[in-house]
């Protein structure tokens, strides 16, 4: 069997067929593109695929860019999409959220990756679950799977944008990330790296504070090798956080579905 995994964030959308719906599954192929370029699937990455038997991803793109993919994925096979969004719980991971629904899938997803990951390690305990993308978001679980709350902090790229924008004189090209930046590309980009390594460092304490023990810290996204030398050595980068949660929900709901 074959199976499609897609997260379709707001900058790129990435997919990876497995040969098994279970995390540590046998990566077949895998891509990524820009949202601007999603009508190019189903004539181009995806044409010459081996049919994969089912599709499981998350999306936080508009609802048109999320009907263009299932339109490619409706010509091409013919399983029925299925899409992930936060609710009350999925697994043993519970939504703290005032609206669980209006957490943002990826991060819903990338914390049900973690938590996998965390409890094949061994005794469970909190977690710092940090993504790197067009946004960055900085998210808390308790020891129990509970999340707590987490951060929304602009990218990297929104923030230059943003400074380029609204200021005069700040045109520069991208610096190197310094202790003590003396030019202004060095200090925009070292800014913005800090800004993120900031959020992170207080959001480990918030936890250490709240639970009562350090969180075990995972670290994904596009960019998270980038911000990954200015962390803790203890954040461990999986680039695959994402997909790692989409195949264990669909390994978790398909055994569900046969004891039923
Ligand atoms: N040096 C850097 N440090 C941290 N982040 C950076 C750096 N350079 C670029 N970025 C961020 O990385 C983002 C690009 O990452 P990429 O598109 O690979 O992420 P992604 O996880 O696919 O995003 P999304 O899922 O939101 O579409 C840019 O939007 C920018 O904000
Ligand atoms: C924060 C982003 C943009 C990160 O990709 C995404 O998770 C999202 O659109 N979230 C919805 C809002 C929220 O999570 O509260
Ligand atoms: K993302």
């Known amino acids: 069997m074959s199976f ?18 279970h995390p540590g599954a046998r990566l077949l192929a895998h891509g990524a593109v820009f949202i601007e370029n999603i009508d190019t699937l189903a004539e181009e990455e995806w044409k ?10 998350c999306c936080v793109a ?20 299925v899409w992930v969004v936060a609710s009350n719980q999925e697994d043993d991971v519970t ?17 049900i990756g973690a938590r996998w990951h965390l409890l094949q390690r061994g005794e469970p305990r909190p977690a710092l679950v940090v993504m790197v993308g067009t946004a960055v978001t900085v998210d808390a679980l308790d020891a129990s799977g509970h999340f707590l709350g987490g951060f929304i902090l602009p990218g990297h790229g929104i923030m230059l944008r943003a400074l380029e924008g609204g ?24 800014g913005g790296t800090f800004a993120i390594a900031g959020a992170i460092d207080r959001m480990h304490r918030n936890i250490e504070a709240r639970c009562g023990e350090p969180p075990s810290c995972w670290l ?19 680039e695959t956080l994402i997909f790692d ?7 978790r709901r398909a055994e569900a579905k046969r004891t039923r």
Not at 49 to 55: D, G, H, K, T
Not at 98 to 107: E, F, I, V
Not at 167 to 186: I, M, Q
Request: proline share 7%.
């Open 4 to 21: 499609l995994a897609i997260d379709i964030g707001n900058t790129r959308l990435k997919w990876a067929v497995y040969d098994a719906m």
């Open 48 to 57: 010459d695929l081996l049919p994969p038997q089912a599709m499981i991803g």
């Open 62 to 81: 508009s609802d048109a860019v999320r009907r263009r993919v299932e339109e490619q994925i409706e010509e091409l096979w013919d399983f029925a999409p």
């Open 95 to 111: 939504n703290g959220y005032d609206h669980p629904s209006r957490l943002g899938a990826d991060r819903w997803v990338a914390m």
């Open 167 to 190: 200021t005069a004189g700040l045109r520069v090209p991208t610096g190197e990330v310094c202790e003590f930046p003396t030019n202004t590309s060095d200090a925009l980009t070292s």
């Open 220 to 238: 994904t996204g596009g960019a998270g090798w980038k911000m990954a030398p200015h962390l803790d050595p203890s954040f461990e980068l999986v």
């Open 245 to 251: 949660g989409l195949l264990h929900i669909a390994e």
